[in-house]
């Protein structure tokens, strides 16, 4: 579908009166973008609200655009969640014509700005999920809006939303012991896009990308042969691929490096975009992040690395 069709329908549907879905079903119809914020939702959300998410398992928001049969999920819910920042690169004019006329919740313009990692001008990463303690600050945002929604629904929110915070600060705490456990000179996570910046802030872990925060650019050779360059000279023995990122550029490092007799090692295949299939554990943001140092600290801690701490549970 051209450009100018798309947006043809994108205003034809905006034009559509207001869903009346929470009057005949009893229930808040809401639509969020990535699988991070469709699980906030349905944790905070509980019984009141139905959430249908527009981009599962494997699927990379940087490059996503809405099908004619998203905007017609868009366009008939009572509330959309989208985290913004650019994370949704392609479908920026669909959210704001949307915006004329249905509630529309940008997660990251919530944020104080003095939280996000700034790029290039006035841009910010928006893999904000990565710092747990951050990404708690950013539900206030899916709280507030489900209670704008649906004012009668105020106190079960409140409710959902302060015992997910609680399991939130815990599981914080928890990954902040285990990427502690890896010692220091080894504590270096290399990956195909610049996705885990707010993982590195956060448990002080060093990361290593090929790409920037977007994956909407070919990797360079000249970014692969410098970033084989650091694993041969520093010795870094692990890579890790992304379930939402093809891994033909990890792949290529590694063959760069073993060209220069280094051998590197998949670590495991990280979610960084997108969350695991749906019914799994890491079909869910809590399961998610512990598949996430799971991985991690299995390929780059030492045998004698003090024990794991224990895992919280997902919130229900």
């Not at 489900?146 to 705490?173: F, T």
């Not at 990427?179 to 080894?186: L, T, V, Y």
Request: some cysteine; aromatic content about 4%.
């Amino acid at each position: 579908m051209t450009t100018r069709l798309l947006s043809l329908l994108c205003l034809i549907l905006a034009m559509l009166p207001a869903s009346p879905a929470l009057a005949a079903t009893g229930k808040v119809r809401a639509v969020t973008t990535v699988g991070m914020l469709t699980d906030a939702v349905r944790v905070i959300g509980g019984e009141r609200v139905e959430v249908t998410g527009l981009m599962g398992e494997g699927v990379d928001p940087h490059l996503y655009k809405a099908s004619p049969g998203d905007l017609r999920l868009l366009s008939s819910a009572d509330i959309v969640f989208a985290i913004g920042l650019h994370l949704e690169g392609r479908m920026v004019d669909a959210l704001e014509k949307l915006s004329k006329t249905r509630r529309v919740v940008i997660i990251g313009e919530e944020i104080d700005r003095s939280l996000l990692r700034s790029e290039e001008g006035d841009a910010h990463d928006p893999h904000i999920w990565f710092d747990v303690s951050l990404w708690s600050k950013a539900l206030d945002a899916v709280e507030k809006g489900l209670i704008a929604a649906d004012a009668a629904g105020a106190e079960i929110y409140k409710a959902n939303a302060a015992k997910y915070r609680d399991q939130l600060a815990s599981l914080h705490e928890w990954v902040k012991t285990e990427i502690a456990s890896i010692p220091k000179a080894q504590r270096v996570l290399v990956t195909a896009h610049d996705a885990f910046g707010y993982f590195s802030r956060a448990y002080d872990i060093e990361v290593l990308a090929i790409q920037g925060v977007s994956t909407d650019s070919e990797a360079s050779l000249r970014d692969i042969n410098a970033l084989v360059d650091t694993l041969v000279t520093r010795k870094i023995p692990a890579v890790f691929v992304e379930s939402s990122v093809p891994r033909k550029a990890i792949d290529a490092l590694r063959e760069g490096a073993a060209a220069r007799n280094h051998t590197v090692t998949i670590g495991g295949e990280l979610f960084s975009d997108a969350m695991g299939p749906a019914g799994t554990a890491e079909g869910t943001y809590i399961g998610m992040v512990k598949h996430n140092v799971d991985s991690i600290v299995h390929a780059l801690k030492t045998a004698d690395a003090p024990p794991s701490a224990p895992v919280p549970t997902t919130a229900k």
